[in-house]
């Protein structure tokens, strides 16, 4: 309709972001007054970096959930893929105890089990989904069940457990930390930094967000779209790994509940984030406050008794709900 | 007498911007009523007021001489005025049958009438000579069989007035005459029509009255006998017209640097073989799914093919369109919608996507982007408004142009444009020809697929016809007319110039 202007060569001026940017900082920065107001504890270092450790598992399988889901894609398996590979990687690594002793080996092999479960893992998601062209949904709602069940059979139905030794030397990797910042924060600062540079800077990133905009489109672009989405789960399924490593020294142990629902959990914070769930648009940054956001509820009502823990579950839906309507008007006022 | 439905002295904002300044019209009973404009002067945003999709900011609309205000567009429908849209407005995963019947289904109590429907809507199809089963799904259907059944769609609700969107965009020639043949039985039984069309020769062929619209406003209104094409086209574009068609270089001769043989692109084409030399304008012609559009994909490894294809005299094997373009050949699609650009993406995003400019092998350069955005802009004249618009808010005209800015960032030497200016205006169109032209000159080798007869007439150097998935034959320079091409198309006369014929009757 503007038709008649030649288009001016200026850059766009800069101005306030519009609410799909600002909502969801806004949204985190009041939680942290708030949670702050509430409890002087929620500021401490101890709370702070408690909160950060135990979002880096969500945090870092979101990271790939949000190239999965810019891609067009959705992966339901990761929290019972990541209860598969914690139950595989504690059997390895007591099968091995005998021979290798108590030392790095032992948790090397193991952390290679877990990279390599994880990537077998998203590989098989991906292949089904790119090259037999099954949805997204049933492929990885298929394995989800798959990888549950199995990790419960591993365990005979009760609990897999690292041999006591090995649980002591393997604890530092989330306990530990260089200079009072654990493992755990630095991987997942670590995987965000380089998602985030990847999707906003890099040419996978602009594919990921084509392929998710117009499958068509993009094939016509001479962008290789069953490459790109098999990548996304192969990464995605790296990253449980990766969270996978982080997860099980925490514990020492795996069994039927382990990452029960993390599947919800990731995608709710990629949708928090501002991520689209069609595809065609995603941001990184906008996955950590997702995630933190999320943590961030649950543990504010840990520290206070204004609302019931329990409830914990409906203030997160209702978050989700608003954060997303929020992003819906940010869009349509152009 | 009364205008069925008027407009008078009707303005259009968008937030601050006005886009139409005082626009006045009259419909008639019985009188067809042409629309014409560049892309952007304002006509979808005419129609879209007649028809109370969108409100009028300021100015009266009359219908029977009764200022009204159709809240919503059921409402105006239930007046009588239907409009088709540029864009389906099916439903693609239900049946014909279903979508002839959406909203007002036929019913017996709470069940539905099947048979009756089926019924019913075989006749309607009928009536425009539509062959789709009343049970095909929509998403099965082509374009024109698509537009067809929107347009025995709008005829089974008596309208009082219907409005088309460009109803012709998408029809072959056949098809546009029986939907002309129904338009004139519309206006003998006392209906008005308006449409748009950027085919002047349709407008001279069946408009009583045409309106022309220039950057918002009506320029002119009056009988369409009284003006000549070549008058309409100077005041849609507010100037004089030079000729459409850019002067054709001297006879290429140059080098053969594309030969294809044995192409076959199952269900779709077959023993298509074919020369392209450097410098030449190669048209291929034929009718909607006589498989030009896939045996071109096909070749550019756009879909799966089988074939020899040399590239200056090297053979090559093409499987996927990296294939291609690494060397140097490449496709614009016709489909400029759902295959050419991201709608919602900006204008950076889509001139780029098919060869984006990285640092490191693996990181976007965003200055170089820019920097080609910004040469896109000016080389090919497009006009945003703001360079930050999403590809999706372009006129039809820009969104060609960017198309085009986005091929060339792939630096081809074969390249093959699918219907190059469907759906666009005749100033539009003039600057892609020269600029297809401007290639060929540069020693460039290009191939035009279009169902514009005067197109390629007008274009090319020499012009192959496809039929039913083969080559019937070619005509050169001179010989290139219409009733040449359309004999082949139809298949009505056997290949007299081909020098390869061999190729197109291979066993």
Redesign the interface.
């Known amino acids: 309709?503007?038709?008649?202007?030649?288009?001016?060569?200026?850059?766009?001026s800069r101005r306030l972001p519009p609410m799909s940017v600002l909502g969801p900082v806004l949204a985190l920065i009041i939680l942290i007054a708030v949670g702050a107001m509430l409890n002087p504890n929620f500021l401490s270092y101890a709370n702070i970096s408690n909160v950060l450790s135990r979002s880096a598992f969500i945090g870092i399988i979101a990271v790939g959930m949000t190239f999965v889901i810019t891609a067009g894609g959705l992966d339901l398996s990761v929290g019972s893929m990541a209860a598969f590979i914690a139950g595989l990687m504690i059997l390895v690594m007591n099968a091995a105890l005998p021979s290798l002793g108590v030392g790095l080996p032992v948790i090397l092999l193991g952390i290679a089990t877990a990279l390599v479960a994880g990537l077998v893992a998203g590989l098989i998601n991906g292949l089904l989904i790119t090259r037999a062209g099954i949805e997204a949904f049933i492929v990885t709602l298929g394995a989800m069940g798959i990888y549950r069940s199995l990790v419960t059979w591993l365990a005979d139905g009760g609990t897999l457990s690292l041999a006591f030794e090995l649980r002591t030397f393997y604890r530092p990797v989330y306990y530990g930390g260089i200079m009072g910042v654990s493992w755990p924060i630095i991987v997942f600062i670590a995987v965000v930094i380089l998602g985030e540079?990847?999707m906003s800077?890099?040419?996978?990133g602009?594919h990921v967000?084509?392929t998710g905009?117009?499958l068509?489109?993009?094939?016509?672009?001479?962008?290789?779209t069953n490459r790109v989405r098999l990548i996304t789960y192969v990464v995605l399924g790296l990253l449980v790994g990766v969270a996978t490593i982080m997860y099980v020294p925490r514990l020492g142990s795996a069994s039927s509940t382990t990452g029960l629902l993390w599947e919800l959990e990731a995608i709710a914070a990629v949708i928090i984030g501002g991520t689209v769930l069609k595809g065609?648009?995603g941001r990184v940054w906008g996955t950590v406050i997702g995630v933190l956001i999320l943590s961030l509820i649950e543990n504010i009502l840990n520290l206070t008794d204004l609302v019931s823990p329990y409830l914990n579950g409906a203030v997160q839906g209702v978050i989700i709900i608003l954060a997303v309507i929020l992003q819906r008007e940010g869009k349509t006022g152009k | 007498m009364t205008p069925f439905l008027a407009l008078d002295n009707v303005s259009k904002s968008?937030g601050p911007?006005e886009?139409l300044h005082g626009i006045s019209l009259q419909l008639r009973a019985g009188e067809v009523h042409a629309l014409i404009g560049?892309?952007?002067?304002?006509k979808s945003?005419t129609m879209k007021i007649l028809a109370g999709y969108q409100p009028a900011t300021s100015g009266a609309i009359r219908l029977e001489g009764q200022a009204i205000a159709f809240p919503t567009m059921r409402a105006a429908e239930e007046r009588g005025i239907v409009m088709i849209h540029q864009e389906f407005n099916l439903a693609e995963p239900l049946t014909v049958e279903q979508n002839m019947f959406l909203g007002r289904e036929l019913r017996r109590g709470p069940f539905l009438r099947r048979a009756e429907m089926a019924r019913q809507t075989r006749t309607q199809l009928d009536r425009v000579r539509c062959r789709a089963e009343t049970d095909a799904l929509v998403r099965d259907l082509s374009n024109s069989d698509k537009q067809m059944l929107e347009i025995a769609k709008a005829l089974s609700r008596e309208a009082k007035l219907l409005i088309m969107d460009e109803p012709t965009a998408v029809l072959t020639p056949n098809e546009t005459e029986i939907l002309f043949e129904q338009v004139r039985e519309l206006r003998a039984q006392g209906a008005a029509v308006l449409f748009t069309s950027h085919k002047l020769d349709e407008v001279k062929a069946i408009a009583d009255r045409v309106t022309i619209m220039r950057?918002?406003r009506v320029v002119h209104s009056g009988p369409a006998s009284e003006m000549t094409e070549h008058q309409m086209a100077e005041a849609m574009v507010g100037r004089e017209l030079s000729d459409l068609y850019p002067d054709r270089a001297v006879q290429a001769s140059g080098a053969v640097v594309l030969r294809v043989r044995d192409l076959d692109v199952p269900g779709h084409a077959s023993g298509i073989g074919l020369e392209l030399h450097k410098g030449e304008i190669l048209g291929i012609a034929g009718m909607v799914g006589s498989g030009r559009t896939e045996a071109m994909e096909g070749l550019c490894g756009?879909r799966p093919a089988k074939g020899h294809v040399e590239i200056d005299g090297q053979a090559v094997t093409i499987r996927?369109?990296?294939d291609a373009?690494s060397r140097g050949l490449c496709?614009l699609?016709e489909d400029r919608k759902?295959?050419?650009?991201?709608l919602?993406?900006s204008m950076r995003?889509n001139v780029t996507?098919?060869?984006?400019p990285?640092t490191a092998g693996?990181?976007?350069d965003?200055a170089a982007e820019?920097a080609v955005l910004?040469r896109a802009?000016a080389d090919f004249?497009?006009?945003?408004?703001?360079?930050?618009?999403k590809a999706g808010?372009l006129?039809g005209?820009?969104q060609q142009k960017l198309l085009l800015a986005?091929v060339m960032q792939?630096d081809p030497r074969i390249l093959i444009v699918d219907e190059p200016t469907r759906g666009i205006d005749i100033g539009t169109k003039q600057q892609i020809y020269r600029f297809l032209r401007d290639l060929a000159g540069q020693g460039l080798s290009v191939i035009v697929v279009s169902s514009e007869m005067q197109e390629l007439i007008g274009l090319c150097d020499r012009v192959m016809v496809m039929r039913e998935g083969r080559i019937t034959g070619q005509v050169t320079g001179q010989d290139i007319n219409e009733r040449a091409i359309v004999r082949l198309a139809m298949g009505l006369a056997e290949a007299e110039t081909s020098p390869r014929r061999e190729d197109a009757y291979h066993d």
């Open positions: 309709m503007t038709d008649t202007a030649a288009t001016a060569p200026a850059r766009p540079i990847f800077r890099g040419v996978f602009r967000a084509a905009a117009s068509e489109v993009a094939h016509y672009s001479n962008v290789n065609g648009f | 968008f911007i886009v560049e892309n952007g002067a304002g945003t950057d918002g756009l996927r369109p990296s373009l496709y699609t759902t295959r050419g650009l991201l919602g993406k995003e996507l098919q060869a984006i990285r693996v990181m976007i965003r820019e910004d802009i004249d497009i006009r945003a408004g703001a360079r930050s618009v808010n006129s005209g820009n986005k792939s």
